[in-house]
C-alpha cells in the first residue's frame, strides 16, 4: 500500500511537475493503493498456504470485494461530488449571500485502469515479500 502511495506522489510530480506529497494520504487516483494492498495479501497467503486453501480463497474474494467496491460505489460516489460542486458554484453566482458551502472530495474511487496498476503492484510486491521474506 505504501508503495503505491508513494507511486502515486511519483506520478503526479512526472506527469504535472508537481510536488504533492499530501497525495500520499489521500484515497483514489493512480494506483490504487487499496488494490495493491488487499492483492499483495492475497498473493501473500497463496505463495505460503496454497492456492488450493480456505485463507486463499477468503483473501481473493475479499480482493474482489475492495476492488469492485473501488470502481463501483465509491467512483460514483466521487462523480456525484463532481457534479454537486459544480451545482453549488453555479447556484454561488445567484445566490452571492455568504454561500460557501465546503467543496465535497471528488477523488474517492478508481477507473478500472487504477485499479489494475494497484493489482499489478500488489502481486509483484507480494511475490517480492515472499521471495524476501518467506
Not at 474474494?61 to 469492485?68: D, G, L, N, Q, Y
Not at 510486491?125 to 524476501?132: K, P, Q, V
Request: aromatic letters at 8%; charged letters at 15%.
Amino acid at each position: 500500500m505504501l508503495l503505491a502511495q508513494v507511486f502515486k506522489v511519483l506520478l503526479i510530480l512526472l506527469v504535472t511537475r508537481r510536488w504533492e506529497p499530501a497525495r500520499m494520504l489521500e484515497t483514489g487516483g493512480m494506483p490504487s493503493s487499496h488494490s495493491a494492498f488487499v492483492v499483495a495479501l492475497t498473493t501473500g497467503v497463496g505463495l505460503t498456504q496454497g492456492l488450493g486453501s480456505p485463507l486463499f480463497a477468503v483473501c481473493a474474494v475479499f480482493s474482489m470485494i475492495v476492488m469492485h467496491d473501488a470502481t463501483g460505489v465509491r467512483r460514483s460516489s466521487g462523480l456525484q461530488a463532481r457534479l454537486i460542486n459544480e451545482l453549488v458554484d453555479e447556484l454561488r453566482t445567484v445566490v452571492r449571500e455568504n454561500f460557501a458551502p465546503k467543496p465535497l472530495r471528488v477523488l474517492l474511487g478508481h477507473t478500472y485502469l487504477e485499479v489494475a496498476a494497484g493489482f499489478m503492484i500488489g502481486l509483484l510486491a507480494g511475490w517480492i515479500a515472499f521471495r524476501w521474506i518467506g
